[in-house]
């Protein structure tokens, strides 16, 4: 009997990977594959509650696809699939919209952020996209959802939902819990420190497909802090640029805040800049790589999805058949 414990998570291919994504999520589902029972997928769903280019969305589904393997996540032990492929989201996504209240989906801030940035589109999948992510975890009944500390909102409004639905039926779900790595979990922009990074600020922002050279000269332009200092000191209220290098750098090499100001004691930005830049660069170097030639297979990436998205719909059936009876629809 598999008694491992349960992980769970996805990120939306609406961009390109980034150093975020990395090591707000995936690095640590890499670092756990071993110990649990993993299911990670793309969520191509989530993707369309903003519009999508047809071609741009489908490419980069199987781009992130390979780029999770590239960073080590094994097929054989981690159950990799693409969200649409597991009809059991959109039909548990639907149910759980109904035990949703409005006032819970208005206050979340990503709904909050998308709404100010699309306007023209504020569509009514964008409102309910949480209730499709409580979706997407509780079909699997795990125990932790690895993610960056942004999406720490929407885990808890899951349990909040989990816990609604229990409450009527009966124990139905288990209660999940997110795990948000200690460093990294909120990697900022690098030339708007105030700001996460995501695709939206390119400049400020590190794909994990992008060239050596593109990475090394946006380490090189990022801020670090208006003060005539210019000592690598762990300071995020007064050196926010200076604290996400550092940060980067922790997450990447291990190192402690005391470590990285030793090690860098009396060089100066001129020299640490670099420094986090060379330590990304060989980081990402073996998963691009290793990605570009998976993607190339394009026959291997579909047994891949193909594999995974029957395995992820076995677990889903179950738990929605369940969730079927429970609510008193008629078995088919
Ligand atoms: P998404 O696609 O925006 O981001 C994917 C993952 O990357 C993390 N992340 C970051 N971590 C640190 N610093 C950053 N700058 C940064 N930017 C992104 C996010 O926290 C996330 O872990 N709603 C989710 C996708 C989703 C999901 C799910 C996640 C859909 N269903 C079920 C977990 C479980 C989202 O939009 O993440």
Redesign the pocket.
């Known amino acids: 009997m598999d008694e491992k414990k349960v992980m769970?998570?996805?990120?939306?291919?609406?961009g390109d990977l980034?150093?975020?994504?990395?090591?707000?999520?995936?690095k640590n589902w890499v670092e756990r594959t071993e110990e649990f029972d993993n299911y990670y997928?793309m969520?191509d769903m989530?993707t369309i509650t903003v519009r999508q280019t047809p071609a741009d969305l489908r490419r980069r589904s199987l781009e992130q696809l390979a780029l999770y393997i590239a960073c080590g996540l094994d097929p054989e032990k981690n159950t990799l699939f693409i969200?649409s492929h597991v009809p059991q989201h959109a039909e548990l996504g639907w149910v759980l919209q109904c035990y949703t209240m409005f006032g819970e989906l208005s206050r979340m801030t990503?709904f909050k952020d998308k709404s100010a940035k699309h306007q023209d589109n504020i569509n009514a999948g964008l409102f309910a996209?949480?209730s499709?992510?409580a979706a997407?975890?509780l079909l699997y009944q795990p125990d932790f959802?690895?993610?960056?500390?942004?999406?720490?909102q929407?885990?808890e409004l899951?349990r909040d939902i989990a816990q609604r639905f229990n409450h009527v039926y009966g124990d139905v779900f288990k209660i999940p819990e997110p795990y948000?790595?200690k460093t990294?979990?909120?990697?900022?922009?690098l030339n708007a420190p105030d700001s996460?990074?995501?695709k939206s600020i390119p400049e400020g922002c590190i794909f994990m497909m992008e060239k050596p050279e593109d990475i090394q000269r946006k380490f090189k332009r990022a801020i670090t802090d208006s003060d005539t200092e210019n000592c690598v000191r762990f300071d995020p209220a007064n050196k926010p640029g200076v604290a996400n290098l550092m940060s980067i750098y922790s997450a990447i090499t291990g190192k402690s805040y005391a470590e990285i100001e030793s090690e860098f004691a009396g060089c100066g930005y001129g020299k640490f800049k670099p420094a986090v830049g060379d330590a990304v660069v060989e980081c990402l170097r073996p998963i691009r790589e290793e990605a570009t030639r998976i993607l190339a297979d394009k026959a291997y990436l579909e047994s891949v999805y193909k594999t995974g998205a029957e395995k992820a719909s076995y677990v889903a059936t179950k738990t929605l058949r369940k969730v079927y009876k429970k609510i008193g629809f008629v078995a088919r």
Request: proline share 8%; glycine share 10%.
């Open positions: 769970l998570s996805g990120i939306q291919p609406s980034h150093l975020g994504n990395y090591l707000g999520a995936i997928f969520a989530h969200q990503q996209y949480p499709l992510m997407d975890i959802i690895p993610v960056g500390e942004d999406q720490k929407h885990c899951t948000i790595p990294g979990a909120r990697v900022m922009s996460k990074m995501s």
